[in-house]
């Protein structure tokens, strides 16, 4: 993995994804992290950018575990706050 592009002034990085099975399977694998601060909290978007090498290769989808997981925390962190 290595950072592709840090901007503070929007508070967003991009990594470069590579190795392993990544690079048996794409030719690009980007993740991008933008925080976004609101009147009621901050928004979080995630984004995912992929190039498979050949459209025979399946979509691989894993990595979509680790975004969904983060649900959780959100709510505990919402409710975490609503007791404070």
């Known amino acids: 993995m290595s950072i ?3 901007d503070d002034e929007n508070k967003k990085i991009t990594w470069k994804q590579f190795g392993g099975d990544i690079d048996k ?4 694998f ?25 459209e025979d290769i399946e979509p ?11 649900r959780d925390v959100d709510a505990n962190l919402v409710k975490e706050k609503a007791f404070s």
Do not use: P
């Open 30 to 54: 980007k993740l991008t992290l933008e925080v976004n601060d609101k009147a009621d909290g901050t928004v979080v978007k995630r984004t995912v950018e992929y190039e498979k090498i050949s």
């Open 25 to 28: 399977h794409n030719k690009l």
């Open 4 to 6: 592709e592009e840090v």
């Open 60 to 70: 691989r989808n894993g990595w979509m575990d680790m975004f969904k997981n983060t």
